[in-house]
């Protein structure tokens, strides 16, 4: 594969989005071809999965259910998108991936980090990004941040504060065991977090 292959991780309102535009910026200003994708990133057919996702129905979803059309919807979209723009040569920014089933669905619905990890290989025949950079914050300040903002709150937002917390307990179990992810202090500033990521990336260009 020709291009690089960067994606974010992170709790609910830990700044993912915003550090993304910050290092979008980095990369114009020096004329690199990229691409800023985020699952199912506007494939229509990955939409539709992720629709039945999102939206309530009159019984709750099962969790396996849920793990295995995330799976689904991320196929497509890889498949569909990624690929080809990491063929392309492109540096492919991707908010979120494969390590949010693992954490989400494996630690936080309690099915196990080990068979998500298993479904999301059979999944994307195991293409994997360069480097991982998750965002580590205390989720009552990122719960804090997204309700200031505003920000549209989806099924899952609506969790209580316990699976919040096991969320983030699971992307730290997660992020010691894979040499692939960068575990980042997200409570600094966007600045700061924009200019750490920044020196990272350019040592890989
Ligand atoms: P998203 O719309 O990407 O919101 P955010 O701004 O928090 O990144 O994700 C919606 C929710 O879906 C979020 O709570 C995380 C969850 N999620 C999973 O549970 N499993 C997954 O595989 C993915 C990609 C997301």
């Known amino acids: 594969m020709k291009g690089l292959w960067i994606s974010f991780e992170g709790g609910e309102g830990s700044g993912k989005t915003s550090l993304i535009e910050g290092l979008v910026k980095k990369l114009e200003e020096r004329g690199l071809s990229y691409m800023v994708t985020r699952e199912p990133g506007g494939v229509p057919l990955a939409e539709r999965i992720r629709d039945v996702i999102m939206t309530r129905s009159e019984t709750p979803m099962d969790p396996m259910t849920e793990a295995i059309l995330f799976a689904a919807s ?4 890889l498949v569909e998108k990624v690929l080809p723009g990491l063929e392309a040569g492109k540096i492919v920014l991707m908010d ?3 390590d949010s089933s ?4 494996g630690y936080g619905r309690g099915l196990g980090m080990e068979k998500i990890r298993e479904l999301n290989l059979f999944a994307t025949e195991g293409h994997m990004p360069d480097l991982t950079f998750y965002l580590d914050l205390d989720p009552e300040e990122g719960l804090r941040r997204i309700h200031r903002n505003q920000r549209e709150v989806n099924r899952l937002d609506e969790e ?3 699976f919040h917390k096991k969320i983030r307990e699971g992307y730290l179990i997660l992020s010691k065991k894979e040499k692939r992810i960068h575990k980042l202090d997200a409570s600094k500033s966007l600045e700061e977090l924009t200019m750490e990521v920044w020196q990272i990336i350019k040592g890989l260009l």
């Not at 991320?74 to 979209?77: G, K």
């Not at 693992?102 to 669905?105: A, E, P, W």
Request: hydrophobic letters at 30%.
């Open 160 to 162: 209580g504060l316990d």
């Open 74 to 77: 991320r196929r497509q979209h």
């Open 96 to 98: 979120r991936y494969v």
């Open 102 to 105: 693992i954490v989400y669905q």
